[in-house]
């Protein structure tokens, strides 16, 4: 059984869709989330945190939405900047910095201003661990040095930074626009992939081009060898 560790259950619900169904359930776990500002080392740790105290495989993800303009903020910050600051704000400043490569400087109109959109991308990553060895990926961010953590007084060498980590990454590329949309959550509204918000699209329509989706489907396609 595969336990992914999350709160939402319609995360789990999209990774059944990717999986078989029966071999997939939730796991309400409050990992520690790190500080970093890269989504690898959070998920990474997350798993052997996860693993350590479920005993079975565990799959973590972090994700986040990353604007060109503003140098990949909000980033893993995503969430704070969400509830600290509103979508409506983050949007406002992403349009603000990052304006249409149509408009040369100077030239832009009071209303081409309001109507700029900001190129960003929502990333995902997802981590797995389940305690045996395998290729992690990359090193050295989610492999850990077993014969340090032996050293520092780990009785099994088992410590949460220790055991390998496989990452799979989902991108996808879009613009941040005016809020449209009722669905979704989050960013959605205010994130338009080809002509239309996550927030217009159906959960089956976002959850074929969603960054999750893209991870989740290599993922599904390396967890079928294991």
Not at 4 to 24: F, I, M, Q, W
Not at 149 to 170: I, M, N, Q, R, W
Request: glycine fraction near 10%.
């Amino acid at each position: 059984m595969l336990r992914y560790v999350t709160t939402n259950a319609g995360k789990v619900r999209e990774a059944r869709d990717y999986l078989s169904d029966g071999s997939v359930s939730q796991l309400d776990f409050d990992y520690t989330e790190i500080q970093s500002p890269d989504l690898e080392p959070i998920a990474a740790r997350g798993a052997r945190e996860a693993y350590r105290h479920a005993g079975e495989p565990v799959l973590v993800d972090d994700a986040g939405l990353f604007i060109d303009g503003l140098d990949g903020f909000p980033g893993p910050y995503s969430s704070y900047a969400e509830e600290t600051l509103g979508i409506e704000r983050v949007g406002a400043l992403a349009r603000e910095v990052d304006p249409s490569p149509r408009d040369a400087p100077g030239t832009r109109t009071q209303s081409d201003e309001t109507a700029e959109p900001a190129r960003a991308a929502f990333r995902c990553v997802l981590a797995y661990c389940d305690g045996d060895p395998f290729d992690a990926s990359p090193d050295p961010i989610d492999r850990g040095d077993r014969a340090e953590a032996a050293a520092a007084g780990h009785e099994d060498g088992a410590d949460p930074t220790d055991y390998p980590v496989k990452l799979f990454e989902g991108v996808v590329r879009g613009r941040i626009v005016e809020p449209r949309g009722e669905g979704g959550f989050g960013y959605d509204p205010i994130f338009e992939h080809d002509g239309t918000t996550f927030a217009e699209m159906t959960a089956e329509e976002k959850n074929a081009v969603s960054h999750r989706g893209r991870a989740l489907g290599k993922f599904a396609e390396w967890y079928a060898t294991r």
